[in-house]
């Protein structure tokens, strides 16, 4: 008898975040490379555009439901019926049908992931109706789901603070894209996102969470008179991420702001960074500081629990107020730059999605 694992893939037809979309089609391929013998991967899709289909080879199938995406995840919220159906069932994030079913006797099971306890621990940094929709899942999982899976020990100690899932919660880390690397055209990449060489880089929005004025405040007061690059910000956030750098002293003439970027672009961006600095401190899953490190870029990181736990050895982890500090060090020469490099890329190696997948394979087979 063939145990066939389906996994929602609601983010590849109707991507609500970049990285969402991304942790789902690279753990979906790592599942059907790493697929046990008598087992086999479907995907469970809702109704979309016929522009935007389910490419993952080797997927026994793809199930679409009657509804599209916004509609179904106003039906799971309420325990409404789907069409999904039962069976072993994985989701990349919270969107399942946490309902009541029967995982002794028919073999039903539903696992569920939390990549960010925004919604929890930074409300006021989130629309209000994305808010509500996690907060009423998380309940549906505290009664319904059978694991529910974290990225970093720290998150997991967290979530056990907000809710009661006992045993229920499990680690299991995620991953820069499978294949990433700095492009053959990074020149040119870089050429049409308008950016220099040689800069410091960060990464976020100007919500507080992502704490981009720390990150800014500590290169201004690092002196370093070096281009400064911003990824990652949100639409229209532009003028805002500007004031925070005049404020830290940063001139304009030095700031490059850009938004959401492409994994090519990405790496092409991270290709011509000389440090990665991550001022950050919330429950988040840091996707770029894997980035970093996977690529071998210096990284600079305020200590927090899951920095601490996903960079140890591989970067500079120094007190938020010590970023400056930090820099000064990191920078002040050639061979520190080579050894931070160093560092990061022997810890990058240490996240692979096809690891992540074979260890959903064995939660699975536990439960």
Known sequence: MTATLRVMLDQL???????????????????????????????????????????????????????????????LQFGLATGIGGGMIHSPTLLAPLVRHDRVHENDQTVVTIWDLGPWEAPADWPKPIVSWHR??????????????????????????????????????????????????????????????????????????????????????????????????????EPAIADLAAAAGIPERNLHVRGVLSAEDRAAVFG??????????????????????????????????????????GGMLVPADGLADALGRALGSAASVERLGVLAADRGRAYSWRESADRVWQLHADL
């Open 272 to 313: 011509g960074a000389v440090v990665f600095v991550a001022p950050a401190h919330g429950s988040a899953f840091p996707w770029r500081i894997l980035e970093a490190l996977a690529l071998g870029v210096p990284v600079v990181a305020a200590s927090s629990p899951i920095h601490d736990e996903l960079v140890v050895d």
């Open 136 to 237: 009423a899942m998380l309940k549906r999982a505290v009664k319904h789901a059978d694991a529910v899976v974290v990225p970093t020990h720290s998150m997991a100690v967290r979530l056990g603070e907000i809710a009661k899932l006992g045993e229920r919660i499990r680690v299991i880390a995620g991953a820069a894209p499978a294949g990433f690397a700095v492009p053959s055209d990074e020149v040119g990449r870089r050429r049409q996102l308008d950016l220099p060489d040689g800069f410091v880089l960060l990464a976020g929005q100007a919500a507080p969470r992502d704490a981009l004025a720390a990150g800014l405040d500590a290169v201004g007061h690092a002196a370093l008179d070096l281009p400064v690059v911003v990824i990652g910000a949100g639409e229209g956030e």
């Open 13 to 75: 037809v109707a991507p609500t975040d970049p990285d969402l979309a991304t942790a789902a089609r690279e753990l979906t391929r790592g599942l059907v490379a790493g697929t046990p013998a008598g087992c086999e991967v479907q995907g469970i899709a809702p109704a979309g555009p016929t522009d935007r289909p389910v490419e993952i080879p080797g997927l026994v199938g793809v199930r679409r439901t009657a509804l599209a995406r916004r509609e179904l995840a106003a039906a």
